[in-house]
């Protein structure tokens, strides 16, 4: 095997590597969103019932902070398909556009195409998808901050 072989296999493993961690993140953001979301519920339940309401506004932000989660998820997951779909197109493109043409001819015919303004909307999707992920895990976090103050201030009867 040579150099070239072993590169192209170490850059495959690594983007298996990052799509496994991808799909994984989005698994884990659900999960804790959704449990979130019940453990608060089930909370402003209990308190309602017993008429221990001083707090609740702790509760009804964690509420709030994991549904914002659970849409900035979504959103990145629309996100990420458009650009996947663009590359993926973009790739076709330029594939076809090299096997005619020398590699200079084809980076001529490559912007001729408008193939740069479609590489620039895939980078702002990037963006956009780092935007989104970050957003997803302030929240999260966030979440969980607000949901352990409100349980600690019941515990200690605040």
Known sequence: ???????????????KSLEYGDR???????????????????SLKYSLDNKNIENICLLKTAILLFAIALLSNFFAQVVLKKSSLLAIGISKMYKKASKTFTSKEAAKKYEMRGLNTKINI?????????????????????????????????????
């Open 1 to 15: 095997m040579d150099i070239p072989d072993k590169v192209e296999e170490l850059r495959e493993l690594a983007r």
């Open 24 to 42: 994984r993140f989005d698994i884990l953001a659900l999960s804790i969103s959704g449990a979130g979301i019940y453990i608060c519920l089930e």
């Open 122 to 158: 895939t980078k702002i999707y990037s963006i956009c998808l780092m935007i989104l992920n970050v957003l997803t895990i302030l929240t999260i976090i966030l979440g969980i901050v607000f949901l352990v103050v409100f349980m600690w201030k019941i515990d200690k009867g605040i």
